[in-house]
């Protein structure tokens, strides 16, 4: 059965916002945590409103970081997995993971800092790449509707 090329990207698409929203969201918690630590009070009002304003914030920028991480990670994984015939769970949850350690490690270099906040701690960078591992596997469920069927019901190959 052929991809739909159209299914192929909204599925792209749709992988890459919610990896970017859990990004998002994840970096916001462990800056908010650190807040914490320091003696800062954080309601829950407060909680929500600075990761809906991270999120918006962060759209364009990391949001696009994100984007094209990803487009890379997933290819060279759909390459790898042509010739060693991975599983399509672990080829592109590893793409992902891998996608999101490269953005971070690469940013550095190229502005002296950690960009995201949330991922200057070893548990904040493992989330980040969790992020990426779960859009992986979200992406990796896509691809059965880009085909032409159900995400519901897991497939025989």
Same mark, same amino acid.
């Given at each position: 059965?052929?991809?739909?090329?159209?299914?192929?990207?909204?599925?792209?698409?749709?992988?890459?916002?919610?990896?970017?929203?859990?990004?998002?969201?994840?970096?916001?918690?462990?800056?908010?945590?650190?807040?914490?630590?320091?003696?800062?009070?954080?309601?829950?009002?407060?909680?929500?409103?600075?990761?809906?304003?991270?999120?918006?914030? +962060?759209?364009?920028?990391?949001?696009?970081?994100?984007?094209?991480?990803?487009?890379?990670?997933?290819?060279?994984?759909? +390459?790898?997995?042509?010739?060693?015939?991975?599983?399509?769970?672990?080829?592109?949850?590893?793409?992902?993971? +891998?996608?999101?350690?490269?953005?971070?490690?690469?940013?550095?270099?190229?502005?002296?800092?950690?960009?995201?906040?949330?991922?200057?701690?070893? +548990?904040?960078?493992?989330?980040?790449?969790?992020?990426?591992?779960?859009?992986?596997?979200?992406?990796?469920?896509?691809?059965?509707?880009?085909?032409?069927?159900?995400?519901?019901?897991?497939?025989?190959?």
């Amino acid at each position: 059965m052929q991809y739909s090329k159209v299914k192929v990207v909204c599925a792209f698409l749709v992988t890459s916002l919610i990896a970017f929203l859990l990004a998002s969201i994840f970096h916001t918690q462990f800056v908010l945590k650190e807040l914490i630590a320091i003696g800062v009070e954080i309601n829950f009002g407060t909680r929500l409103a600075t990761t809906i304003e991270d999120i918006v914030g +962060l759209a364009p920028g990391y949001g696009a970081i994100v984007t094209v991480g990803l487009l890379i990670g997933f290819t060279v994984m759909a +390459l790898i997995r042509k010739y060693f015939h991975l599983p399509r769970y672990m080829a592109y949850a590893l793409g992902g993971g +891998l996608a999101f350690a490269a953005m971070h490690w690469l940013m550095y270099p190229i502005f002296y800092i950690t960009l995201i906040a949330g991922a200057r701690t070893n +548990l904040g960078f493992i989330f980040q790449c969790l992020a990426g591992v779960i859009g992986g596997l979200i992406f990796a469920r896509l691809l059965l509707w880009a085909r032409g069927r159900s995400i519901f019901h897991e497939p025989k190959n």
